[in-house]
């Protein structure tokens, strides 16, 4: 899937968190040594990231979205980022994002993005997800996928399946989160494939368009630097006009950049190569894997990306 359907990330007291999702829910994992823990069998929330701060866990994604045929109507409603928060009594704890944000988001849209981005006047701004995490000693920024709600009888959300793809969020928010408070740092006229944490630095890899090799870029987060550099991508050996199918880096000192990113090329054939790079700016394909079909049903033409 676009976005993995398993994530992991350190815990409190050197443990380490692992989450995965199924048709809206997460299963919660905490891990230390050979002590495997449950900590939630079905949370009522998609996880999508999540960090550990002053020793509480952070659980981060969103309310799941509702397909409901009312008479003669179908009824399409978006979901609402969410935060579970562990409290120190073992019980999770909600926080949703604000409901007043559209006002703030529409003056990052001006401010930031381009006129087509803003919309008409009557649109309203929401939070969806929490799609990405990255915390620091003082606080955590947050990138958010931010919808538009016009018209809730709209075909085109009610063809969007359960779980967020890359082409639901042509405009993300860049918040930071400090003891309870919220903030929106900038608006980003991009779709987010993922977040990566370097040492010194974290890395969000962006598209704006369609998401494809060549307009794959990367945008710097580094602790005192703003606003953030950012930066082409280069990636040699990959058609640079195919649509990713699937994209998935890590960073390790001794290594790099390193990972796998997949295509749709003719045929619906699914084509994999893994990529190591220096600097996070110039992937270069180590291996080509023998091509895949894609399974039945999984593909959406919408705007030409491809879907779930």
Not at 2 to 9: G, H, N
Not at 67 to 81: I, L, M, S, T, V
């Amino acid at each position: 899937p676009p976005y993995p359907a398993a994530c992991s990330f350190p815990g409190p007291d050197n443990a380490e968190v692992i989450v995965w999702r199924r048709d809206g829910q997460s299963s919660v994992l905490l891990v230390r040594g050979n002590d495997v823990r449950i900590l939630a069998g079905r949370l009522p929330i998609a996880v999508f990231t999540g960090w550990s701060q002053t020793g509480r866990l952070h659980l981060a994604g969103m309310r799941p979205r509702r397909h409901q045929e009312d008479e003669k109507n179908y009824r399409f409603r978006h979901g609402r980022a969410s935060v579970y928060v562990l409290s120190a009594g073992g019980q999770f704890e909600e926080r949703t994002a604000p409901r007043f944000m559209s006002g703030m988001i529409r003056s990052g849209l001006r401010r930031d993005c381009p006129q087509e981005a803003v919309g008409c006047e009557t649109a309203r701004f929401r939070v969806e997800c929490w799609l990405a995490s990255l915390p620091d000693e003082t606080g955590c920024h947050l990138v958010g996928g931010i919808v538009a709600f016009t018209n809730p009888f709209a075909d085109d959300n009610w063809g969007k399946g359960t779980e967020p793809h890359w082409s639901d969020y042509s405009i993300l928010g860049l918040f930071r989160a400090e003891a309870e408070h919220l903030r929106l740092l900038r608006v980003l006229y991009a779709s987010l494939l993922q977040a990566v944490r370097t040492p010194g630095e974290d890395r969000l890899f962006l598209v704006r368009g369609r998401p494809r090799p060549r307009d794959l870029v990367c945008l710097h987060l580094s602790n005192g630097r703003w606003p953030p550099k950012q930066e082409q991508v280069h990636v040699d050996g990959i058609n640079p006009d195919a649509d990713f199918w699937h994209f998935q880096i890590r960073h390790a000192p001794k290594l790099g950049f390193f990972g796998v990113m997949s295509t749709l090329g003719e045929g619906l054939l699914i084509h994999s190569y893994v990529v190591r790079s220096d600097d996070g700016l110039r992937f270069r394909v180590t291996q080509a894997l023998p091509p895949v079909p894609s399974a039945p049903g999984e593909r959406d033409t919408k705007n030409g990306h491809p879907g779930q």
